[in-house]
């Protein structure tokens, strides 16, 4: 009795056939994938002009925290425009500045321009007006972040 090994015996032949994607099945899928994007891409780009937004609100209540403390310390807040520079170097005319209040240099905003800082405000007329100009980068648009309500 010969026993063979069942693992050792030829493969039937089989007909010579290709396995693949037909041009109509790529060309369907490429379809679908754009219709996707379609519906997708327009959904997530107004998400980064909201999330530089909330970085803008997020670091203008950064530095009214800094100015407050500012305030605390010294008795008033910086003046002028160049006044958040106050908050990293002490100032010639402050004795009880305990700073630097801010841990590195003034930042810029999101769409890298500086941030606006009046003292007295003409917003604020107590304290201070600080604001970013927005995407547009022209102060008194619609679209500037500020630490004022907008009427």
């Not at 997530?44 to 670091?59: L, M, V």
Request: with cysteine; hydrophobic share 35%.
């Amino acid at each position: 009795m010969n026993i063979t090994n069942p693992a050792s015996r030829p493969l039937p032949r089989r007909h010579a056939r290709r396995d693949g994607f037909t041009l109509i099945e790529l060309l369907l899928v490429l379809v679908i994938l754009g219709i996707l994007a379609a519906i997708v891409v327009p959904k997530f780009s107004g998400r980064t002009e909201q999330a530089r937004i909330t970085a803008a609100e997020s670091q203008i209540a950064t530095f009214g925290t800094a100015l407050d403390a500012f305030e605390v310390d010294v008795g008033r807040y910086p003046k002028g425009r160049s006044g958040l520079s106050d908050l990293v170097n002490a100032p010639r005319d402050a004795q009880n500045w305990r700073g630097p209040y801010m841990k590195n240099e003034i930042p810029k905003d999101p769409w890298q321009n500086e941030y606006v800082y009046e003292c007295p405000g003409k917003n604020n007329p107590s304290s201070y007006d600080l604001y970013s100009m927005g995407p547009d980068g022209r102060a008194g648009s619609e679209d500037d972040v500020t630490n004022w309500k907008k009427k």
